[in-house]
């Protein structure tokens, strides 16, 4: 079946650590997208990608980076810079080229700091 | 600005209630796209619904229904007669034409408890 594999699903990280999150999808998807989701916060951009191997900021980048080397792939690091990174992240693609694609999401990481 | 409103953050109701989720948004764009999302206590958002802003027509699917209303920037969710199953942490979310990138502009969403 279609869809976003995010890996690992629970992540823990420790003070200083770089860690890097999974993200794959096998949509054909061109775009690609990290939330940040905090409890009462609802959904923050990080980064969004509309291409591979072009990247842009989101609202909250600081802190973390992205690669986009291949079409299906946009792993998402949290450097040791992000010094709140608790939180639950997801990923997300969408089609590009007609506007008002939903997106479609991943299941989700959740890291916390040792 | 916050562009996606959504006022509850929190409702509970007894299992077969109706129950309205309230969504306002906020746009310049005549041309946009609104959406709500469910998000389950597993974590993934599921896609519900998209309305595009020239189609103010009410839609139902079985249980669900959204009423979208242009005059009062509004794109409400009524679940009737609700079940268990329903409870999660609902979305709004709205796509402008004018942004390029295709984002997503998401409220801070409604959870939804659902009594037995």
Redesign the interface.
């Known amino acids: 079946d279609g869809g976003i594999t995010q890996s690992p699903k629970y992540l823990f990280r420790k003070e200083g650590q770089n860690v890097t999150l999974s993200c794959e999808q096998n949509l054909n998807h061109d775009a690609m997208y990290w939330y940040r989701q905090d409890p009462g916060q609802g959904l923050r951009l990080i980064y969004y990608s509309q291409i591979v191997n072009d990247f842009q900021k989101g609202d909250i980048a600081e802190g973390y980076s992205v690669s986009r080397e291949k079409k299906e792939s946009f792993p998402l690091t949290v450097t040791s810079a992000q010094k709140n990174p608790t939180a639950f992240y997801l990923c997300a693609s969408s089609a590009k080229g007609v506007f008002g694609q939903p997106q479609h999401f991943g299941d989700g990481t959740r890291l916390s700091i040792l | 600005a916050q562009k996606v409103t959504q006022a509850q ?1 929190e409702i509970s109701v007894v299992e077969k209630e109706d129950v309205t989720l309230d969504c306002v948004y906020e746009t310049r764009d005549t ?3 609104l ?1 709500w ?1 469910k998000q389950p206590p ?6 519900l619904i ?1 309305r ?1 802003s020239f189609d103010e027509q009410n839609e139902i699917s079985g249980r669900y229904s959204w009423n979208f209303q242009k005059s009062t920037s509004s794109f409400n969710f009524t679940i009737t007669a609700s079940q268990v199953v329903d409870s999660a942490v609902y ?1 709004c979310a709205l ?1 402008e ?1 004018g942004n390029r ?4 502009i ?4 409604t959870r939804l408890h659902i009594l037995p």
Do not use: M, P, Q
């Open positions: 953050t041309t946009y796209y959406f999302y597993s974590g993934e958002l599921v896609f998209r595009n979305f796509s034409a990138d295709d984002k997503i998401f409220g801070k969403g």
